[in-house]
């Protein structure tokens, strides 16, 4: 077997040897995925994963904008059209400096296995810019992204490819970039998700991806008859997801101690409570500033600068930033210091080392496209409701969620649990449950 997979990996590196998070991403869905194929002969022969790491389509795109000193600013667009055997391509748009290809094609890869879980109709795509929009103005930021719908517009559409939020997108940017395509299409549709309230967003959308990594995170909590009551939980990011899975936690009992952006992390030991939350709140979603303005209004709390909070004490991670936050060292720590569960926000994370140390070490771990499903999940409620020009209350689309995150977790466990031992490996069951659906689409239809 180790044969077949690194002859694989071979082949896909020799490709695309130059993209190591993709290359990243492509391996631990390999190494579980490959055994699966070659133990059921429907899959075997048939070049399936293959197909599957190669781009329906990548599209790359030049963004001129003038920026508010009226200088001509030049930056990069892509839209990356991995998998469109299920559905329409679904998946983010990230405004990043560190945006490349490769983070895209990773991020794609994926989405393709994460919008399959969903059990919902959707594809897989991911798309995005080097642009960076820290420290723009509102007016910046809506020249920008009037410019990048200038171009990616002719690429999607609501039965074609359905853009959403990522990191550095949210729903300012949404709002510009759905009015962009209004005016150049001259019609009102479903074509990004995330939109505000009252021009065809979902209710609880904005929460939907904090939600149900917490949502999962208790699930798993439950197959120990444990849950997140009086549970301390360490969070990275401070974002979107982080402020959401916050909110969560609270909810059913947790203290949460940490968040983080890119300059450090706080820890109050008091807890973050509501109050704070919404503090924060305001400070990153209106003020735009940094973390480290939380201790000046709390401080008894600290900031530890250029640091990840896996070094605090904890009973639950949500690692809720980016990729590759939570190494090899993190998870010895987290481990050292009895955290017994993690469950992934961000997409990707952990690092191959951390996971593998989480395994051998039997805790309950979550990837992200298992974990932070939710967002896109509800991304594609959106898109029904849309389809149905209706709104669904609160309620009825935070029980729709709490329902597919159970049942990407009894998928989980379906292709996961090792029956001998009784442990779920979540990135196997995961990755599989994934894989079928979007193999079996693609058999269906042949080679196209
Ligand atoms: N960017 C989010 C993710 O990683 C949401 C994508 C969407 O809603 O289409 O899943």
Redesign the pocket.
Known sequence: MEEIIKGFLDLVKERNGHEAEFIQAVEEVAETVLPYIVQHDIYHGKNILLRMVEPERAITFRVNWVDDKGEIQVNRGYRVQMNSAIGPY?????FHPSVTMSILKF?AF??VF??SLTTLP?GGG?GGSDFDPKGKSDNEIMRFCHAFMSELFRHIGSNTD?????IGVGGREIGFLFGMYKKLRNEFTGVL??KGMTWGGSLI?PEA?GYGTVYFADKMLQTKGDSFKGKTVVISGSGNVAQYAAEKTIHLGGKVITLSDSSGYIVDHEGIDPDKLTFVMTLKNVKRARISEYVKTYPKATFVANKTPWEVKCDIALPCATQNELNENDADMLLKNGCICVSEGA?MPSTKAAITKFHEAKILFAP?KAS??G??A??GLEMTQNSLRYNWSRAEVDEKLKDIMSNIHDACIEYGKDEKTGYIDYVKGANIAGFVKVADAMLAQGVV
């Not at 679904?90 to 990230?94: A, D, E, I, T, W």
């Not at 359905?162 to 990522?166: F, K, M, R, T, Y």
Request: hydrophobic share 25%; net charge positive; no cysteine.
């Open positions: 679904k998946g983010g748009l990230r991020l994926e989405q994460k919008n959707m991911k359905i853009p959403a939020g990522d998700t995330g959308r991806t997409n992200g932070n499903a967002g896109v509800t991304s």
